[in-house]
């Protein structure tokens, strides 16, 4: 931040005191005046406040608004976007109506869910616009099998990855070369191999029944490196697979061809 009084003293000027009123009254008249999440104008135009809630990053956010996260980023002068607070208020450019985590999910009308429905059309288009435009990686399915569960939001709770249902045993491949960071067991994932791509991007392989490559290792792209299994909490063979930039998860359906 700009030291202000710091560079009216280095000029030798004195500040005005009946403005320095006058902007403390503005300001105090905008933060009583403006309720979270009410509609209104932002330094974009229209929007409203959203509180972050637990589990919620910019993607996520921007996808259940129609909004990308560079505009969101943009729009609160937010340069690291995987530093989110809980209770932390941002200002959504171009939209009119608060939503909730969990939106769109069952117990709306039919209506609302049309609209919804709608709405992630068009957010999963821009996603996959801006997802292709982050790296020139390019990643391949880990896996012949079926897509069982999209990236999102599953009954209520964050779900970071797809999942890919496919018979035990079916070959899992490195979507991208890398170096292997994980190859073990970890909680809920069950076997679950980790690797490590350019550009601070992590792909995650998860419930595995066999683990075909150790920590450390350089994988190819492609590379046969487990066999999907239903190890950890899962209720079927099928892998679950994560595309991460740094901590943040990112949609994989944006990035795969």
């Known amino acids: 931040m700009v030291d202000l009084q710091g560079t009216w003293r280095s000029r030798r000027c004195v500040r005005p005191k009946g403005l320095r009123v006058l902007l403390l009254g503005s300001i105090a008249v905008l933060l009583i005046f403006a309720p979270a999440g009410c509609g209104g104008r932002g330094p974009g135009g229209p929007g409203v406040i959203h509180h972050v809630e637990a589990g919620e990053n910019l993607y996520r956010i921007g996808l259940r608004y129609g909004v990308s996260s560079k505009q969101i980023a943009r729009a609160n002068g937010i340069r690291d976007v995987t530093n989110l607070r809980i209770g932390q208020r ?37 996603a996959r616009k801006s997802a292709r435009q982050q790296t020139s990686l390019q990643f391949l399915w880990p896996v012949r099998g079926r897509l069982s569960s999209r990236f999102g939001y599953r009954q209520g709770r964050p779900h970071d990855g797809i999942d890919i249902a496919a018979r ?65 909490r899962s209720t079927g063979p099928h892998v679950h697979f994560e595309i991460r930039r740094s901590e943040s998860p990112q949609n994989p359906l944006g990035f795969l061809p």
């Open 90 to 126: 941002l200002f959504i450019p171009g939209v009119r109506t608060r939503l909730r985590a969990g939106a769109g999910s069952a117990g709306q009308n039919s209506s609302s869910n049309a609209r919804g429905a709608g709405n992630l059309d068009e957010a999963r288009r821009r």
């Open 168 to 232: 035990r045993g079916t070959p899992i491949f490195s979507a991208e070369s890398g170096r292997v960071i994980h190859s073990g067991r970890l909680g809920s994932y069950g076997k679950v191999v980790i690797v490590k791509h350019s550009g601070r991007y992590r792909t995650v392989y998860a419930h595995a029944s066999k683990l075909l490559v150790r920590k450390g290792e350089f994988v190819e792209r492609g590379q046969k490196i487990a066999e999907v299994g239903s190890t950890g």
